[in-house]
């Protein structure tokens, strides 16, 4: 096993580098799954408050495709899983992809794996080094939520499978990042593609939940959400998240085999030999930096926004079917089902599209960490005008964003509900409703505070720009 | 002729270090300025101050007739600048880099961008990402080269080109030179120095502690004399000026200080010369002598 020489000191040294990284993942995971425990336990203290909640919650599609499958939802753990599972599964995918392509990827694009590897080091053990570190975190999670969730007094073996689930589901991922990582050379894309599977995984299996079943067995997250943890717990699709996993990782293992270091197997093209018109101010420069992830996180959120606008549907028929239940809703919020449900879906994706925001106003601390902005401020270019460029295009780019956002759920159902009459004042688009007007505000501001405390702390990572 | 930087009493402190300890520099228009000093004595440093990216604590930099810092926009529409580390917009092609840089500057001959593109044999449509240091370097140096400005500062531009290249750069600042050019040339290729430049600067530790054409430092400095003599060169190295002398039976290798050449020269016409060959210090030389210390210390 020559290819593999050097793996465990290489493993040593990513422990070294990353201990903290490391340890704030699983014990965030980890405080994330216990901290929802002992807040469901206290929404839901009597058997008789969880069977009355699982029968609204089996009868709501938007919840279930928020949630996942609404089972067991009569026991505490069924509840647990039901109300964190989801959140608690994508944190830990993406936590593989970020740590896979941080690892392989990114040490090769920086130069820094020619380094090592010009030692004795085996061909693949960076990458399997990466991949030992990785497997041990999501054992770690696992681990740590199966047995936090037994020390509260949740039945043992749903712990265990609800922690293994987020062991499988994470290798899954990591397996997913370890391919990508061979395909681009670009360690962004390697992130950004890792994202993308997620919020594909997701989608599936939020309309799969709520609609048609099949659709579910398409994505991961549905695979480890049906080894049903707490409520008759089954084993098979855990391994089959497992086989996946280590296919994938053979599959990566056999690209690698296919490709020279520091190349994927897409080459990169030539661009163009001159700039175009539009590069030349710094907004220019700015706009054509952020133009792929402005893109990119518009189609996401416009693709979001579609699937919520598909349920919207669905809760129109619900409340047809059960008059009542928009009653209840209507007395108790003031607003119709439909539209709370499209006011909280909002607030939801604004808070995602925030983070468009923050990443795109974090381009002015990269920018000046990695001296790109010496070049640009030795020309005759101001301070002011080159942060006013990113700046703009961070404002600018997050109503985008956000528009893209709300045409989801417009584009699929115009005529629906989902544009209230209190919008008719509104003098944003009409997709636009009073509720998003507040969202827009809210991610603005998050955009305008971030680079001024960057401003003020130059020192600090940047946690965005991973 | 007037100044295009003139630099008095300059200190920058980051923390505990002293990264310039009263500098004095000053550039004549139109001349090639060397800027020579090992890594880390300030040579970067002062050159972020000159173009406004750093402030100076306390002196006075006067750069194109304005100030550094106050007047930045407006002085580096006349001036050019090329980083020793060049980073550029991975995203971004070489072609574009170079455009965009220019315009920000204020615009820049096309027909210039496209002859020194080919004579630096740079391929202009590959992303930054996939370029080599010295391909990187080219970019940034095509972008300075090809704007018609009337400053250039240059901070070690070519650590990494071949010497292919260094011979095209070193063409270029020639025929800039001829058109009236200024250029300070931050460097420790000593030979690239020695060949570009009028006059010179030599900084340590954050200060300046030579300047002048090449001439000048040498004439304070010593000159190197291997001679052969028909009768033993003996008491030659009683007398002064001489240093470091070891004969070999008929053969003295010795250096003299400049004021003392005369003398020394006329005693060994006396001991009858059969052969002698002088040379000048390099400017490796000088450069050492000024840092001799250091490395004596660190051989110690």
């Given at each position: 096993?020559?290819?593999?020489?050097?793996?465990?000191?290489?493993v040593?040294?990513?422990l070294?580098?990353?201990?903290?990284?490391?340890a704030?993942?699983?014990?965030?995971?980890?405080?994330?799954?216990?901290?929802?425990?002992?807040?469901?336990?206290?929404i839901?203290?009597?058997?008789?408050?969880?069977?009355?909640?699982?029968?609204?919650?089996?009868?709501?599609?938007?919840?279930i495709?928020?949630?996942?499958?609404?089972?067991?939802?009569?026991?505490l753990?069924?509840?647990?899983?039901?109300?964190?599972?989801?959140l608690?599964?994508?944190v830990?995918?993406?936590?593989?992809?970020?740590?896979?392509?941080?690892?392989?990827?990114?040490?090769?694009e920086?130069?820094?794996?020619?380094?090592?590897?010009?030692?004795?080091?085996?061909?693949?053990?960076?990458?399997?080094?990466?991949?030992?570190?990785?497997?041990?975190?999501?054992?770690?999670?696992?681990?740590v939520?199966a047995?936090?969730?037994?020390?509260?007094?949740?039945?043992?073996?749903?712990?265990?499978?609800?922690?293994a689930?987020?062991?499988?589901?994470?290798?899954?991922?990591?397996?997913?990042?370890?391919?990508?990582?061979q395909?681009?050379?670009?360690?962004?894309?390697?992130?950004?593609?890792?994202?993308?599977?997620?919020?594909?995984a997701?989608?599936?299996?939020?309309?799969?939940?709520?609609s048609?079943a099949?659709?579910?067995?398409?994505?991961?997250?549905?695979?480890?959400?049906?080894?049903?943890?707490?409520?008759?717990?089954?084993f098979?699709?855990?391994?089959?998240?497992?086989?996946?996993?280590?296919?994938l990782v053979?599959?990566?293992?056999?690209?690698?085999?296919?490709?020279?270091?520091?190349?994927?197997?897409?080459a990169?093209?030539?661009?163009?030999?001159?700039a175009?018109?539009?590069?030349?101010?710094?907004?220019?420069?700015?706009?054509?930096?952020?133009?792929?992830?402005?893109?990119?996180?518009?189609?996401?959120?416009?693709?979001?926004?579609?699937?919520?606008?598909?349920?919207?549907?669905?809760i129109?028929?619900?409340?047809?079917?059960?008059?009542?239940?928009?009653?209840?809703?209507?007395?108790s919020?003031?607003?119709?089902?439909?539209?709370?449900f499209?006011?909280?879906?909002?607030?939801?994706?604004?808070?995602?599209?925030?983070?468009?925001?923050?990443?795109?106003?974090?381009?002015l601390?990269?920018?000046?960490?990695?001296?790109?902005?010496?070049?640009?401020?030795a020309?005759?270019v101001?301070?002011?005008?080159w942060?006013?460029?990113?700046?703009?295009?961070?404002?600018?780019?997050?109503?985008?964003?956000?528009?893209?956002?709300?045409?989801?759920p417009?584009?699929?159902?115009?005529?629906?509900?989902?544009?209230?009459?209190?919008?008719?004042?509104?003098?944003?688009?009409?997709?636009?409703t009073?509720r998003?007007?507040?969202?827009?505000?809210?991610?603005?501001?998050?955009?305008?505070?971030?680079?001024?405390?960057?401003?003020?702390?130059?020192?600090?990572p940047?946690?965005?720009?991973? | 002729m007037?100044?295009?930087?003139?630099?008095?009493?300059?200190?920058?402190?980051?923390?505990?270090?002293?990264?310039?300890?009263?500098?004095?520099l000053?550039?004549?228009?139109?001349?090639?300025?060397?800027?020579?000093?090992?890594n880390?004595?300030?040579k970067?440093?002062?050159?972020?101050?000159?173009?406004?990216?750093?402030?100076?604590?306390?002196?006075?930099?006067?750069?194109l007739g304005?100030?550094?810092?106050?007047?930045?926009?407006?002085l580096?529409?006349?001036?050019a600048?090329v980083?020793?580390?060049?980073?550029?917009?991975?995203?971004?092609?070489g072609g574009?880099?170079?455009?965009?840089?220019?315009?920000?500057?204020?615009?820049?001959?096309?027909?210039?961008r496209?002859?020194?593109l080919?004579?630096?044999?740079?391929?202009?449509?590959?992303?930054?990402?996939?370029?080599?240091?010295?391909?990187?370097?080219?970019?940034?140096?095509?972008a300075a080269?090809?704007?018609?400005?009337?400053l250039?500062?240059?901070?070690?531009?070519?650590?990494?080109?071949?010497?292919?290249?260094?011979?095209?750069?070193?063409?270029?600042?020639?025929?800039?030179?001829?058109?009236?050019?200024?250029?300070?040339?931050?460097?420790?290729?000593?030979?690239?120095?020695?060949?570009?430049?009028d006059?010179?600067?030599?900084?340590?530790?954050?200060?300046?502690?030579?300047?002048?054409?090449l001439?000048?430092?040498?004439?304070?400095?010593?000159?190197?004399?291997?001679?052969?003599?028909?009768?033993?060169?003996?008491g030659?190295?009683?007398?002064?000026?001489?240093?470091?002398?070891?004969?070999?039976?008929?053969?003295?290798?010795?250096?003299?200080?400049?004021?003392?050449?005369?003398?020394?020269?006329?005693?060994?016409?006396?001991?009858?010369?059969?052969?002698?060959?002088?040379?000048?210090?390099?400017?490796?030389?000088?450069?050492?002598?000024?840092?001799?210390?250091?490395?004596?210390?660190?051989?110690?």
């Amino acid at each position: 096993m020559s290819e593999l020489t050097a793996t465990s000191t290489l493993v040593r040294f990513i422990l070294r580098c990353d201990r903290i990284r490391i340890a704030v993942w699983i014990a965030a995971i980890g405080a994330l799954m216990l901290t929802t425990v002992a807040s469901v336990k206290g929404i839901y203290p009597t058997q008789a408050t969880l069977e009355r909640s699982a029968a609204a919650a089996e009868d709501n599609a938007a919840v279930i495709a928020l949630n996942g499958p609404a089972i067991g939802l009569r026991t505490l753990g069924g509840r647990v899983a039901f109300e964190s599972g989801t959140l608690g599964l994508v944190v830990t995918a993406l936590m593989s992809v970020l740590m896979v392509g941080r690892h392989t990827r990114a040490e090769e694009e920086s130069g820094r794996v020619e380094l090592v590897r010009a030692a004795v080091v085996g061909r693949y053990a960076p990458m399997a080094a990466a991949l030992v570190v990785v497997v041990a975190m999501n054992v770690a999670v696992g681990v740590v939520v199966a047995i936090g969730l037994i020390g509260l007094d949740l039945p043992t073996t749903g712990s265990l499978v609800f922690g293994a689930s987020f062991t499988a589901l994470g290798l899954v991922f990591a397996g997913i990042a370890g391919v990508t990582a061979q395909v681009t050379e670009n360690t962004r894309v390697v992130y950004g593609a890792g994202g993308a599977l997620l919020g594909l995984a997701f989608a599936l299996r939020a309309i799969g939940d709520s609609s048609d079943a099949t659709l579910s067995w398409l994505s991961p997250i549905g695979w480890v959400q049906a080894s049903r943890a707490y409520a008759g717990e089954r084993f098979g699709p855990l391994a089959l998240a497992l086989s996946v996993a280590v296919v994938l990782v053979v599959g990566a293992r056999a690209l690698a085999a296919r490709r020279d270091l520091g190349a994927g197997l897409v080459a990169p093209r030539p661009g163009p030999p001159v700039a175009s018109s539009r590069l030349t101010s710094p907004f220019g420069l700015a706009f054509r930096l952020q133009r792929g992830s402005l893109v990119g996180w518009s189609a996401g959120l416009f693709l979001g926004g579609a699937s919520y606008g598909s349920l919207g549907d669905a809760i129109e028929e619900l409340v047809r079917d059960n008059p009542t239940l928009n009653d209840v809703f209507t007395a108790s919020g003031g607003t119709s089902l439909t539209d709370s449900f499209f006011g909280n879906a909002m607030l939801i994706m604004a808070l995602i599209g925030s983070g468009y925001a923050i990443q795109s106003a974090q381009r002015l601390r990269g920018d000046e960490a990695s001296q790109l902005v010496e070049a640009l401020l030795a020309t005759a270019v101001s301070r002011v005008a080159w942060a006013a460029g990113h700046l703009t295009v961070a404002l600018a780019g997050s109503v985008v964003v956000l528009g893209a956002t709300g045409l989801g759920p417009a584009w699929h159902s115009p005529s629906s509900p989902m544009m209230p009459p209190r919008c008719r004042g509104c003098s944003v688009p009409p997709w636009c409703t009073p509720r998003r007007c507040g969202c827009w505000s809210a991610s603005w501001s998050r955009s305008s505070a971030s680079p001024r405390g960057r401003w003020w702390r130059p020192g600090l990572p940047s946690g965005f720009a991973s | 002729m007037t100044d295009a930087i003139a630099i008095s009493g300059l200190v920058k402190t980051f923390g505990q270090t002293r990264a310039l300890d009263e500098l004095d520099l000053t550039v004549t228009s139109g001349e090639v300025h060397g800027f020579v000093g090992p890594n880390g004595s300030g040579k970067s440093t002062t050159i972020r101050v000159l173009l406004g990216l750093l402030r100076a604590d306390a002196g006075d930099a006067v750069l194109l007739g304005g100030d550094p810092w106050r007047d930045a926009v407006a002085l580096h529409r006349r001036l050019a600048y090329v980083p020793g580390d060049v980073n550029l917009w991975p995203k971004l092609t070489g072609g574009e880099v170079i455009d965009l840089l220019g315009r920000l500057r204020g615009g820049l001959d096309r027909g210039r961008r496209d002859a020194l593109l080919e004579r630096f044999e740079l391929d202009p449509t590959k992303k930054a990402r996939t370029y080599s240091k010295g391909n990187r370097q080219k970019v940034a140096l095509v972008a300075a080269l090809a704007s018609d400005v009337e400053l250039l500062i240059l901070d070690e531009p070519t650590s990494g080109l071949d010497p292919l290249m260094e011979a095209v750069f070193q063409e270029c600042i020639h025929e800039l030179r001829t058109d009236g050019h200024t250029i300070l040339l931050s460097s420790h290729i000593l030979a690239e120095v020695e060949a570009l430049c009028d006059r010179l600067s030599i900084i340590r530790a954050g200060k300046i502690v030579e300047s002048g054409t090449l001439q000048d430092l040498r004439h304070v400095t010593r000159t190197s004399i291997v001679a052969e003599t028909v009768r033993p060169a003996t008491g030659l190295a009683e007398l002064p000026g001489v240093h470091d002398i070891r004969i070999d039976g008929l053969r003295a290798r010795f250096d003299v200080d400049g004021e003392h050449l005369d003398a020394i020269v006329r005693r060994l016409s006396e001991l009858g010369i059969r052969s002698l060959t002088s040379h000048p210090p390099t400017l490796e030389e000088l450069f050492l002598r000024h840092y001799g210390d250091e490395l004596g210390e660190a051989t110690a």
